[in-house]
């Protein structure tokens, strides 16, 4: 494979991951898959399950113990945020290494670490003595995109 078609396909992959991390983010309701909210991935759904409850309406032989559902991860926007930003990381230093000029390869790779660290900031629970309001909010999420739009679109 050529140089200019390596390029290509890692701009066109990382525009696609982009914009499903972008959507699957705002699905999520942010970076939660970080675990730097109180409600992150990692920590898994809340199902109401406790380890005991009394059966006092029902006779032993009647008694359901059955558990909880099981958590399906690949069900989370969290999973699909993680894997497309995991994707455009690795399009972004494919397409740096493509393009075999410092300068231009480091922001190709320090753009979407930046839209991240933005997204995270903003996300509800990260800093508790923030409390955000919803026009910020946005701006800061469009900020975030531009960073990374403006430099994948300038060259």
């Known amino acids: 494979m050529t140089r200019a078609r390596v390029l290509l396909a890692a701009r066109i ?13 705002l699905f999520a309701g942010g970076i939660t898959w970080l675990g730097l909210d109180d409600e992150g991935v990692f920590s898994g759904p809340s199902t109401g399950w406790t380890a005991y409850t009394p059966l006092t309406d029902a006779t032993v032989g009647i008694a359901n113990f059955t558990g ?5 991860w690949w069900t989370e ?3 699909f ?4 930003f995991a994707i455009v990381i ?3 230093v494919t397409e740096a ?3 075999r000029r410092v300068v231009p390869a480091i922001v190709t790779v320090v753009a979407p670490v930046v839209a991240l660290g933005i ?4 996300t ?17 999420v469009l900020l975030a995109v531009a960073v990374r739009e403006f430099w994948a679109r300038r060259h």
């Open 97 to 99: 290494v493509a393009v």
């Open 13 to 25: 992959t990382g525009h696609i991951a982009w914009w499903i991390f972008i959507v699957a983010t």
């Open 119 to 122: 997204l995270i900031v903003v």
């Open 90 to 92: 690795i399009a972004a």
């Open 68 to 72: 909880p559902a099981p958590y399906e």
């Open 124 to 140: 509800p629970g990260v800093v508790d003595s923030w409390q955000l309001g919803t026009m910020t909010t946005m701006g800061a």
């Open 77 to 79: 926007p969290e999973v």
């Open 81 to 84: 945020s993680a894997v497309a």
